[in-house]
């Protein structure tokens, strides 16, 4: 009794953050991969996965209006329209800075003001002209979503809920 009393005290664990029998084998140790790492159990050799085809991350919903600008300049609407609050042009602003600067310019000026404009057979237009002062929010969500002429999309880029506050940074800077 006292060799089975002492087995039992000896095989438990103290530390209970970490269970002491492990009941699946390498469950517990499974190999890890680092983003842009080698992995040579993987086709190309390259760690990063892309996603099953038609998953979407939690709280992702699809854009309506792939398409058509003129679909979507009628059916959607800035729901922070006319909101300057800094909080809003601050987030604007930031995501502006980070995705836009390099081609628009840092005041929306585009042309030979940008970064990387020097280096473009087509130079990026100023955010500032007429023309797109007269789109609506809406085509410029669409243009921001979707692309246009060289511009690809930024859908990725931008997280939906930042996209209108970024429409609304553009909306001060043409002020």
Known sequence: SIALISSVLFSCNMDKSQPNVELIQDMMSTASVKPQEYDESSPNHISSRVPPEHTNP???????????????????????????????????????????????????????????????????????????????????????????????????HIPQKYRWQVVNYIRHLQK
């Open 58 to 156: 939690i709280g992702f919903e699809n854009y309506k209006y792939p398409t058509n600008i003129d679909e979507a300049s009628k059916n959607l609407k800035n729901p922070l329209a006319q909101n300057f609050a800094q909080d809003v042009l601050m987030t604007g602003q930031r995501y502006y800075e980070i995705n836009c600067t390099v081609c628009h310019g840092a005041k929306g000026e585009g042309g030979e003001k940008s970064s990387v404009s020097t280096f473009m057979a087509l130079k990026p237009p100023s955010l500032l002209l007429d023309k797109v002062r007269n789109w609506n929010d809406a085509q410029i969500y669409h243009t921001i979503t979707m692309g246009q002429g060289l511009m690809g999309p930024y859908a990725s």
